[in-house]
């Protein structure tokens, strides 16, 4: 009876214990779905080259990726109104303008171009900031949990 109650004792102590370190992956930048994010909010461009003016070469590479972002832009609304200009025609009873669709098309290609790159500049730039700082490169978290599992009491480790 001893031993058990000593054994839980220890295990309450180590699960209660906790180290003095930062969390790894606070402030840290990330970049999905076309935007950028630091600690579950949404940054803005203007926010983001702020905060990547500490390293140099992920400054450099959003300053890029702004760039390539709003030359998607210039192209892609463009190709967009002129395929549905060349298209227009037809649903007001004349014919389809294929010149329109197709410089549309020609457009549009273009900004999806762009848009590749700016993921692309994106993504290499949260990496370069991310690289330079404490705890970023940290594997995943582990969880411990001790408690009913499938087949009984047990202890589990999920990394």
Excluded: H
Aim: proline share 2%; charged share 15%.
């Amino acid at each position: 009876m001893k031993k058990t109650l000593t054994t839980i004792l220890l295990i309450a102590v180590f699960f209660s214990l906790k180290a003095q370190q930062q969390n790894p992956y606070e402030n840290t930048l990330s970049f999905g779905s076309g935007e950028f994010f630091q600690n579950g909010q949404r940054l803005r461009m203007k926010e983001v080259l702020e905060i990547t003016k500490v390293n140099d070469e992920a400054y450099s590479l959003v300053k890029k990726a702004r760039t390539n972002k709003t030359m998607a832009g210039v192209f892609t609304y463009p190709g967009s109104f002129a395929i549905g200009y060349g298209f227009g025609g037809a649903l007001a009873g004349g014919s389809i303008e294929w010149g329109w669709v197709g410089a549309g098309a020609g457009l549009l290609t273009g900004g999806v171009l762009f848009a590749l790159a700016y993921n692309k500049k994106a993504q290499l730039a949260t990496e370069a900031y991310n690289a330079g700082r404490p705890y970023a490169n940290q594997g995943a978290k582990q969880e411990w949990s001790f408690g009913m599992q499938r087949n009984g009491l047990g202890l589990s480790l999920k990394f």
